[in-house]
């Protein structure tokens, strides 16, 4: 009452409108659910005013009241009708506040818990009351919109009490030490809600305002305490931090660098070179004290041990964020020694944080056993002082997940992170900004595992949480709306990619500017989505802009820097521009290498980058070589069942195929497809691409079976993933038919046929008169034209199949031959959709035209150079050009100039299993012919010879 008094007497002719007396509670679940809406509404609007009485001030009962949050929720809706909604603490309220930000480093639980609000936990003395509210909430804004809308008024109300405190202490000895922790403690709390300008200004009036107490010391001849030389840099390091936080760097430096000066550290340059450790000395465990460190204690008062280390902590932490690790390293080192020379036990909470800061350091190093070292012993120090169920094990565990997420290893990272978000739960409830932090992290492992819906979900339930506690302008926001947009990127989605990572740049750009280094990863992922929608010139200009901003934030061997060089390789190794794309990848080698060292997995990731230009060169050795260099690499530094291993099998299984060293790629894919089995999961794109490449290379060797049976898989689980109408399901469609109608099983080839195309029909009637589009739009891809190739190509192939038993109709295969050619998109696709098309001719006994297309398949693909399976396909070429001249009765020219030539390359392409060799089943129409060319002869034991080698061909592939 006394709060409300001293409301009325500072507002004339006030009258105050009780809500106990003015809503008759035993009635009120007689009124009809529009009244609240409307009726209650409209009266707020027409009192005018609303009063919130907070008591206690950090833990306030009407926020956890169902009737107050009601009245609360409609006093902000009307505000857009100058409805006025103000907030008030009593004067011993307001006394407790002040008095909480005058405690040094105070505790923030308190001030955050203020913001924690969950309405949906809201109570009521009638039951009935709180169901009835909350229907009425349910139907309207919702909990979670009710929840953000009272988290912003009270941040505002929040700010500007704070505001009115500071002004008030203006009048005040302003140089009091606690004066000094109200400045330390509202700049916190200002960072925290993101005002960084705000926090600036604070921290520059504390620092004036100890510069004047400085002077009137001096003025009067009296020295000037040590605590007020270490709470001036106390305070300059405060402004450091709020630097740091912006992402300004340099400025940050020089904060940090003032505070090491006035605490005694000058030459400030000789004390920084004192805490630079070779690269050897940095990578020592954590007890090492070589380095200097005993000489830099020496060089500190023991009164300044501890502002001293959380300069030097501070300084550590710029140094990280720039990749000059060793250096952070060290700062971790020094900074835990001063602690613990100040008194302070090696596992003391106050030792821990540098412990967790030096964790981080070394994972970026790619030292994980190291890290995790660190992380274990600051998790048994948490463990210790807090016990097993405390959240304060959630930073410590935080960090475990993400390194076992580094190490590839998703199910330990969900574990660890599983845990966390319990803990959170069960301490601070469901709407906590932790909880928030954990789902989202929780999202950015299933964005790695490939699970992109389930990233988009989590990422979901975090973004509320985040909106409702820092507003929709905040950092954390922005970072959850970039990684859906990543998601959104890999689902093809790419208009929802590119409207979330709008929202991102609106945010970053608003909240710190133009040249925030956080900006630049947000372009690098806008210039990836937009090579995918093949705006190239777009892409590029964003990767270049993303390259600006790095450049400038960190200089030009930082190895964020190098990850853009990395992605420009990709666009120009799209674009066909292979020097642009080595070039840049040996930049950013470079990089890597002098930051890194030679053995870190980011290396390793350049020499794979390096080797995939090299690969889509047709420059097989150049490729293999740089693969292998990076395995050398990699499995030392993630172990060997990492994804990228998985990745690097791969891409060497790819190479392999192409150089037909067959067993050697299908020895390589089978370990890729095992350790994405283990790490991924077989429904992962990544594992099902790598199932489809082994059924590919199973069938280039002719061995059917094995074929079918990767081919499947592949299919069953790109149904599960990408669904009926994705490009990778409709391949695969077409490829399990090929496979049958090589096997003969024309009925299930027809099956397969009939599951990728949207109308049946079209494949018994298509023609060149009445043909029409019957693979309808491919959802989300941008080479569409050759999916609907690759199926007509197969169409057609079932078509000639089946006339040549008599059952079909040529007119068709020719249709849909001439078809795929004419869409054709790609060399691959010319390559087949020609071949088919000339085997149709020489059916319909048009040799010469069948010569002429079989010629001009030769030639395209001697001209060309893919990494696909040209051997085979130019062998099939010369056999149908070979047949053509059979026809025409030359059998000189079929013999000579065609089937010698084609059985030459498929000898070439033998497969040797348990010492045996082979030939590729293709070979059996060329002995055929050659069997029909000798007996015109009558070469007898030429006839013998073709009969034996189809023999041992079918006994091998086909029995």
Known sequence: MHTLQNYAERHENTFFWFDVFCVNQNASSDLPQDWWSTTFLRN??????????????????????CWCLWEIKCAIEASSDNVDFEVLLSSEEKANFTSDLKQPEKDQQAIQSLFDIQSEKAEAFVPRDKDMIFKAIEEGIGFSRLNQLVKEHLRRWFVATMEEIMINISGEDEGTEEAYHIYSNVSSILQTFGLYDRAVEVLNNGLDAIKSTRQLLEADSKPV?????????????????????????????????????????????????????????????????????TVIEDMVELDNCVPVANVVISIGEVHRVRKELKEAISCYKVGMKLYKRKGYAKDSDTV????????????????????????????QTYTTLYGERSPSLC????????????LGDFETSLQYYNKCLEAYSTNYGDQHHTVGSVLYNIGIVYESKGEYQK????????????????????????????????????????????????????????????SYPSLALTYNNMGYTLSKMMQYEASLEHYEHALRIKLSAYGDEHPSVANTYNSMASLYRRLGRFDDALEVLMKGLLIRRKVFGESHSSVGSSFLEIGNVYWVQSCYDEARSNYEKALAIVIPALGDTHPTV????????????????????????????????LRLGEEHPLTIGTMETLGNVFFVQGKYHDA?????????????????????TLQLHAFIAKVHLKKGNVDLAMK??????????????????????????????????????????????????????????????????????????????????????????????????????SDAAVALVAAIQQPSFPQLDMAIALATGGDACLGLGDLSGAEENYYTKALAILQAMFVSDNGESHIHPEAIPLYEGLKAIAASKGKLQSVSDCDDSIKRIEDYFFS
Not at 246 to 275: H, I, R
Not at 491 to 509: G, P, Q, S, W
Not at 648 to 657: E, F, I, P, Q, S
Not at 709 to 720: I, Q, Y
Request: glycine fraction near 6%; aromatic fraction near 10%; charge should be negative.
């Open 225 to 293: 305490p040590p605590t007020v030389v270490r709470k001036t840099a106390m305070l300059q390091t405060c402004l450091g931090s709020v630097y740091f936080s912006k992402g300004s760097l340099d400025e940050a430096m020089n904060w940090y660098c003032l505070a090491l000066n006035l605490l005694g550290q000058t030459p400030v340059e000789e004390f920084l070179n004192a805490v630079s450790l070779t690269k050897e000395e940095a990578n020592n465990d954590i007890e090492n004290s070589r380095g200097g460190t």
């Open 395 to 406: 930073i410590a565990m935080n960090n475990i997940a993400d390194t076992y997420q580094h």
């Open 352 to 379: 821990a944080v540098p412990l967790g800061n030096m964790a981080i350091a070394l994972s970026d190093l790619g030292q994980y056993d190291q890290a995790l070292e660190c992380y274990l012993q600051q998790l």
């Open 44 to 65: 707020i609007r027409t009192i005018g005013k609303v009063v919130l009485v907070l008591s206690p001030w950090s833990n306030p009962v009407p926020l956890t009241r």
């Open 708 to 728: 079918e049976e990767w081919g499947s898989r592949a299919l069953k689980n790109s149904l599960l993933t990408n669904g009926v109408s994705h490009p990778s």
């Open 646 to 677: 998985a990745s690097l099998y791969n891409n060497l299984g790819g190479v392999l195929r192409c150089m037909n060293h067959y067993l050697a790629a299908v020895d390589f894919l089978r370990k890729s497809v095992d350790i994405r089995f």
């Open 752 to 853: 397969s046929l009939e599951s990728a195309w949207l109308d049946k029909g079209h494949l018994i009637t298509a023609n060149n008169d009445d043909y029409q589009r019957v693979c309808g739009p491919v959802a989300g891809d941008v080479d569409s034209d050759y999916v609907e190739s690759e199926l007509l190509v197969v169409a057609a192939e079932y078509h000639l199949f089946q006339a040549k038993n008599g059952k079909g109709n040529l007119n068709n295969a020719r249709g849909f031959a001439e078809r795929a050619l004419s869409i054709a998109s790609s060399d691959e696709s010319r390559i087949a959709s020609s071949i088919i098309l000339a085997r149709v001719f020489c059916a319909q006994q048009e040799y010469t035209t069948a010569i002429q297309r």
């Open 455 to 514: 990233a988009t979900e989590y990422c979901n339930q975090a973004l509320p949480i985040y909106l409702a506690t820092y507003g929709d302008m905040h950092a954390s926001v922005a970072r959850v709306y970039n990684t859906m947009g990543n998601s959104f990127c890999y689902m093809n989605l790419f208009e929802d990619a590119m409207r979330c990572y709008n929202h991102t740049v609106c945010i970053f750009k608003d909240s710190f500017g133009d």
